[in-house]
């Protein structure tokens, strides 16, 4: 038996948005960061832009994490 746990199998695709986990969790605070636009998607890993321009050059900063701390953005129907 393997230790390892098997990658978030969800279908993540550029253009999409995503919450993000990142460091520890806390048990009052919010697990989850975001949503942030998918931007790059690879094997395993997910590369995302943080919201807004974030240097003085006006460029857009961008992260990479593991599938497994990724998890889809699904916006609510308004009815």
Do not use: A
């Amino acid at each position: 038996m393997s230790n390892t746990k098997p990658i978030n199998d969800v279908e993540i695709k550029v253009g999409d948005k995503i919450w993000t986990l990142e460091g520890k969790r806390n048990k009052i605070g919010h697990q989850f960061n975001g949503p942030f636009k998918v931007i790059e998607v690879q094997e395993k890993n997910i590369t995302f832009v943080l919201n807004g321009p974030t240097t003085r050059s006006n460029t857009e900063k961008t992260r990479t994490l593991h599938k497994n701390r990724c998890k889809v953005y699904k916006e609510e129907e308004k009815e």
